[in-house]
């Protein structure tokens, strides 16, 4: 099956600093990806939709310059948070579609982010 | 607006048992509906989806689900619990297959020896 992969798996940073989370498909390409914020014991709630060589799409509430994502190639996304501080600690996943019919995403292991 | 409830946040049930676990959504157009599994400090995986067609889906690991549109419910079962399957189960919508997911808060599934 299809593959997608993130990286780091663990990060932790100092408050005020940015962290970039990588998010690729490994063997098929994602036409559209999909990044997901899930916090300790809840679902996981949808932060943005980013189509190749497009704008991402953010869901309401979720700040587009705090959280900026890039889609520059079929097999590759990358989430930057920028400033990070303690309330974005969090577990950030990815998922990625462009192949399998209806509305197949296949999801990243998650990244693990930790701002002290 | 779609949305997804999932009935308890923890079920228990004895190994060898039947797995029943409950999801209602809303939609205001025909639904495409997922159940996800996570295993701790891993991503999802696909257990099983519908879209169209049957509405008795099989997917892996002898799951099954089947969409009531008259009840609006999508409940996960399998008839003989494992010890493998502890873990967190996600039901999902999607009214659009374009857009992302609406996933329910989850249920924790515990199996006892």
């Known amino acids: 099956g299809a593959v997608v992969s993130q990286h780091p798996s663990r990060v932790i940073c100092k408050s005020g600093t940015s962290v970039k989370i990588e998010c690729r498909s490994l063997?098929?390409?994602?036409?559209?990806m999909f990044w997901y914020r899930q916090f300790p014991k809840q679902s996981l709630m949808l932060m943005a939709t980013s189509n190749e060589g497009s704008k991402a799409t953010y869901e309401q509430g979720v700040e587009k310059d705090k959280f900026l994502i890039n889609h520059a190639s079929l097999t590759l996304s990358t989430l930057t948070v920028t400033s990070a501080h303690p309330e974005d600690s969090s577990f950030y996943i990815c998922?990625?579609?462009?192949?399998?019919?209806?509305?197949?995403?296949?999801f990243g292991p998650g990244t693990r982010l930790t701002v002290l | 607006a779609q949305s997804v409830t999932q009935l308890g946040s923890h079920v228990s049930v004895s190994e060898g048992a039947l797995v029943l676990l409950r999801c209602n959504y809303s939609?205001?157009?025909?639904?495409?509906l997922f159940w996800y599994v996570q295993y701790p400090n891993q991503g999802l995986q696909l257990l099983l989806k519908?879209?169209?067609?049957?509405?008795l889906v099989k997917g892996i690991n002898g799951f099954e689900a089947e969409f009531k549109k008259s009840e609006t419910s999508f409940h996960l079962t399998k008839p003989s619990a494992h010890m493998s399957d502890a873990a967190e189960y996600f039901c999902a919508v999607s009214e659009n297959p374009a857009d992302g997911l609406t996933f329910g808060k989850g249920t924790h599934l515990i199996i006892q020896p």
């Open positions: 939609s205001s157009v025909p639904p495409y």
């Open positions: 063997d098929f390409q994602a036409t559209t």
């Open positions: 519908y879209t169209t067609g049957a509405t």
């Open positions: 998922s990625a579609s462009g192949q399998g019919g209806y509305n197949e995403q296949f």
